[in-house]
């Protein structure tokens, strides 16, 4: 009889490591004044869904979740004009990839929402937006562009002369592009202080990393902007989690 008590307990245990580990409602809530700077990538039906792709379906169920919220959507380069207002969010797109064009924008369209999308703007290996596209979406007044290095990079692998270069190679681009570039995101989150003073002197008006975190938009985070984590098989509770708390999973 002793067996099934011990083997009883072993289950329980387990379920309690993966509800614990696979979900964080038993984590501190974060305030519904603070920012979410919500961190995409691709859009697209074509692609399982990962980390890297939330599918179309899915992602019209997270715009769908905010508007019913009454979210009020910004652009990451205008959070300093939200501070202390609620139910603020940002959505963020890295890469530049065409599904965004061809699936998101649709449904942010749709849903009147605004968006930023940074450009990786000489990256091989990706089906990316056009010039058409980018200069459409811009023209829209829901979707600003800011940059992601020319050949998305991780900074912390290159000189700090080559890391300028890139940042600020890419912000001249995207100005070329659609006439500013006021915010950036480091490819894979990785650089470090010398980086964020980069950003600073090379005029951006902040930048995006991939802390999965939300807190108060401020002078000290201002180039070091913590982003919600998604995937794109979150389940509806994962979702909610996610945005309340920066992360769904530990």
Known sequence: ???????????????????????????????????????????????????????????????????????????????????????????SFDDGFMDNYQYAYPLLKKYNAKATIYLATKIEGIEKLSVDQIQEMSDSGLIEFGAHTQHHVNLLKLSDQQAFAEMQSSKQDVEILVGKCLSFAYPFGRFNEKH???????????????????????????????????????????????????????
């Open 1 to 91: 009889m002793w067996v099934l008590y011990v083997l009883a307990g072993l289950l329980s245990l387990v379920a309690v490591l993966y509800v614990l580990g696979n979900y964080t409602f038993w984590l501190p809530l974060s305030s519904a004044k603070l920012p979410r700077v919500v961190m995409l990538h691709q859009v697209t039906p074509h692609e399982d869904a990962s980390g890297m792709n939330m599918p179309p379906a899915k992602f019209e169920q997270l715009l769908q979740y905010l508007v019913k919220r009454k979210a009020t959507f910004c652009f990451v380069s205008e959070l300093d004009q939200y501070n202390g207002k609620s139910n603020v969010f940002a959505l």
């Open 196 to 250: 964020q003073q980069m950003a600073k002197e090379i005029g951006f008006k902040n930048a995006v990393s991939t802390r999965k975190k939300v807190e108060a938009y401020t002078a000290e985070n201002q180039f070091n902007i913590p982003r919600v984590s998604t995937h794109g098989a979150m389940n509806a509770l994962q979702m909610r989690i996610a945005l309340a708390k920066g992360r769904y999973k530990l």
